[in-house]
């Protein structure tokens, strides 16, 4: 059974850092995209990043390109999502997702994400 467990978020000043964790189990991701999505009260559900699981090839939305940077660490079965410069609108409950290949038309539509973690909180204050 495959699962995903978040850490790392908390509440940060704007212009501060935080590191998102995301630990994978359950079955070999090799041919995965992992993804990071996050959600702010009343909004929908917005993609941020993704990463291929096996080439390390990225995808960020342009709201945080630049600020944020996901990456993997293989051995580790974790993926991260490092972020920089954040600002109040950054606000969200961050999700990490898992689908079962990179196909780049899709990597930014949730529901094409087969699994999901159970979200974490980040707040930033102005």
């Known amino acids: 059974q495959v699962q995903l467990v978040e850490s790392g978020g908390g509440l940060v000043q704007a212009g501060g850092s935080l590191r998102l964790s995301c630990a994978a189990s359950g079955r070999t991701f090799s041919s995965y995209a992992m993804g990071w999505f996050r959600q702010a009260p009343g909004k929908e559900r917005e993609f941020v990043a993704a990463?291929?699981?096996?080439?390390?090839?990225?995808l960020h939305a342009g709201s945080v390109k630049g600020r944020f940077t996901i990456s993997r660490d293989m051995p580790k079965n974790t993926v991260y999502l490092q972020m920089n410069s954040l600002k109040p609108e950054d606000t969200a409950v961050y999700y990490c997702?898992?689908?079962?290949?990179?196909?780049?038309?899709?990597?930014?539509?949730?529901?094409?994400?087969?699994?999901w973690g159970q979200g974490t909180q980040v707040t930033v204050s102005s």
């Open positions: 997702a898992a689908r079962p290949n990179w196909e780049l038309l899709q990597l930014t539509i949730s529901r094409t994400y087969d699994y």
């Open positions: 990463i291929r699981w096996s080439s390390g090839s990225t």
